[in-house]
């Protein structure tokens, strides 16, 4: 206890307040609550690309001008996040979580009332610098309530926002789609039940955070060295690009792929892309308990090289297969992020913000590019043409085999 007393007294905690008694148990409350606000955070950012189609049409947008708003509302939502994560590893700022999703709330407000392309992309901006503030705090508050269980912890906040991009699609076909773009402005209802939520779990990790910080402290090994850390950051970068360019190709223009291909109406396309981000959430709750017991680089095998033969078959299948083919790519691919994440934060012992941060922001970021050059490709060449060349990326998974072992991760 003699770490705890010592965190206390520096942070102007009392000894005997409650986390010195156990401050290695798995708090599922807080872990669940973080993972709550991720669902509410990535629902809200799931709208802006579920109305892409209606805004298309009533301001006669390219797929390229679609593009380039998924790209400001990306990198607003990526370039920011290493910095927020490494300034807040040496100088926390707890009340970012709840100060960032009013940013959000402005943002969400404003795309409900933009009436020209240079106000959507504002608001567009403003989305993505909530969700900045947000992704390296929130995946920090769930590492420190782990209790050693890392993965599951990451696994279960990550499934909380896969979850909200699986709902958004759905409840933008049942509110926005019939009612119009103003009808954004019901989901400010979402953000403000995240601020309340965010403030609670500021609560907590005012009144906690020492002895959890210390906890993490003695659980996390001595990381990796030298060029091992420049070839674990080389590795993760291609697998990333590899996984996130893919989703991307499917989380922004599946509907499109779908009603052109296939003939459906937005609302069945939607349907279809609720499919593939529900099978997402369910696979990356997975892979995160799988990589506590199994090993970091063992997940990652699998995921990107068992979801490959049914990305290669994807853009020839018929509308029935697509449909199979979506939930087992959706299951198998996802699983990868926790592991991922967790090994990088194992790579870079006491980096946890800004270590998040760059995954996040490299996820955000890696998104945000493709999203602007697949819709400048499909332009060019067609949405089926993208499909095609999207389906050999699962194959880069390769690389993993020059992974270096972390010591927990393995």
């Avoid at 291909?261 to 609302?267: D, I, M």
């Amino acid at each position: 206890m003699r770490a705890e007393a010592t965190a206390a007294s520096s942070g102007g905690i009392p000894a005997q307040a409650p986390t010195a008694q156990a401050p290695e148990g798995f708090v599922t409350r807080i872990v669940g609550a973080v993972a709550f606000a991720h669902l509410l955070n990535d629902l809200i950012q799931s709208i802006l690309p579920s109305i892409f189609p209606l805004l298309k049409s009533q301001y006669a947008l390219s797929f390229g001008q679609i593009g380039w708003i998924a790209l400001v509302y990306q990198v607003t939502a990526s370039l920011l996040q290493p910095w927020i994560g490494l300034y807040t590893d040496k100088h926390p700022k707890p009340l970012l979580l709840p100060m960032g999703m009013v940013v959000t709330l402005v943002g969400v407000g404003m795309l409900s009332m933009a009436n020209t392309y240079p106000m959507l992309l504002v608001a567009a901006a403003l989305v993505g610098v909530g969700s900045s503030t947000f992704h390296p705090e929130a995946s920090r508050v769930a590492r420190m309530a782990s209790g050693g269980r890392f993965g599951t912890a990451q696994s279960t906040f990550q499934v909380g926002g896969n979850t909200g991009s699986a709902i958004g699609p759905l409840l933008a076909a049942a509110i926005i789609a019939p009612l119009g773009q103003s009808a954004v402005a019901w989901f400010m209802a979402f953000a403000l039940l995240a601020i309340f939520v965010l403030a609670r779990v500021t609560g907590w990790r005012l009144r906690h955070a020492p002895a959890r910080a210390m906890a993490g402290a003695q659980q996390r090994g001595n990381g990796l060295q030298g060029s091992d850390i420049v070839r674990a950051v080389v590795v993760v970068s291609i697998l990333m690009f590899a996984k996130f360019v893919y989703i991307a190709a499917i989380t922004n223009y599946f509907t499109f792929y779908l009603m052109q291909r296939f003939g459906l109406q937005l609302a069945d396309a939607q349907l279809y892309l609720f499919i593939f981000l529900a099978a997402v959430a369910a696979g990356t709750f997975a892979g995160g308990p799988v990589g506590d017991r199994i090993g970091r680089k063992a997940v990652i095998w699998v995921s990107f090289l068992g979801v490959a033969p049914f990305a290669l078959m994807l853009p020839y299948a018929n509308l029935f297969w697509t449909a199979v083919l979506a939930i087992a790519i959706g299951l198998v691919m996802s699983s990868a992020f926790a592991a991922l994440v967790v090994y990088a934060q194992e790579a870079v012992p006491g980096r946890v913000g800004m270590v998040s941060g760059v995954m996040f922001g490299l996820m955000f970021g890696i998104g945000g590019v493709a999203a602007a050059g697949i819709g400048h490709l499909a332009d060019t060449h067609g949405i089926v043409w993208v499909y095609r060349l999207c389906s050999f990326l699962p194959l880069l998974g390769l690389a993993t085999a020059f992974l270096p072992a972390t010591r927990r991760g393995g």
